[in-house]
T-cell receptor, first 110, second 117 residues
Framework: GNSVTQMEGPVTLSEEAFLTINCTYT??????LFWYVQYPGEGLQLLLK?????DKGSNKGFEATYRKETTSFHLEKGSVQVSDSAVYFC?????????FGPGTRLSVLP | DADVTQTPRNRITKTGKRIMLECSQT?????MYWYRQDPGLGLRLIYY???????NKGEISDGYSVSRQAQAKFSLSLESAIPNQTALYFC????????????????FGPGTRLTVL
């Protein structure tokens, strides 16, 4: 079946630190991969996506590369800000399979 | 104004009661989804609809039913609520392949927090 595994949180960083949130997946085919972000009290918002191997998604300083050989889609940001504090979800969609990871809570301290 | 709205935003009810959660969208999308969010489990798909006449069960449909009243409206019902249905419920929408190649991007409502006592 299809599944997504994310690193467990919470992750606590100081402002301007480097961020990595690991995500690996299992899929029977070639899914589209996503990172969504959920700010407190809000619904999920698309952060970035990649639809095929070696694609890099990027937005707001965040990046993730679709690595088929390691079945990974790790989220990175070079310098986090307090405003990046949120829950981050890795997700895949393949046909009519919609699978979200458990989420990783990020707290950035000033 | 929000593109995807959910009502109510919060609801407390008792075991055995029938509950309806409503979702409306102004994005003009054909596809709509209902998820529940539980701590440590992420989002799990309950039902989805690719158009008004197409309803499909998701991963955890037992104990739930849905109604697609129009392209813009998709309701989720709990016929007889039980405490383990206490969760945060999200509605989402996406485009169809006939309209956009980006059919896989979903747009979420703000959520409904449901508590079943």
């Amino acid at each position: 079946g299809n599944s997504v595994t994310q690193m467990e949180g919470p992750v606590t960083l100081s402002e301007e630190a480097f961020l990595t949130i690991n995500c690996t997946y299992t899929a029977t085919g070639y899914p589209s991969l996503f990172w969504y972000v959920q700010y407190p009290g809000e619904g999920l918002q698309l952060l970035l996506k990649a639809t095929k191997a070696d694609d890099k998604g990027s937005n707001k300083g965040f990046e993730a590369t679709y690595r088929k050989e390691t079945t990974s889609f790790h989220l990175e940001k070079g310098s986090v800000q307090v405003s990046d504090s949120a829950v981050y979800f890795c997700a895949l969609i393949y046909g009519q399979n919609f699978v979200f990871g458990p989420g990783t809570r990020l707290s950035v301290l000033p | 104004d929000a593109d995807v709205t959910q009502t109510p935003r919060n609801r407390i009810t008792k075991t055995g009661k029938r509950i309806m959660l409503e979702c409306s969208q102004t994005k003009g999308h054909d596809r709509m989804y209902w998820y529940r969010q539980d701590p440590g489990l992420g989002l799990r798909l309950i039902y989805y609809s690719f158009d008004v006449k197409d309803i499909n069960k998701g991963e955890i449909s037992d104990g739930y039913s849905v109604s697609r009243q129009a392209q813009a409206k998709f309701s989720l019902s709990l016929e007889s609520a039980i405490p383990n249905q206490t969760a945060l419920y999200f509605c989402a929408t996406s485009d169809s392949p006939e309209v956009s190649p980006y059919t896989d991007t979903q747009y979420f409502g703000p959520g409904t927090r449901l508590t079943v006592l």
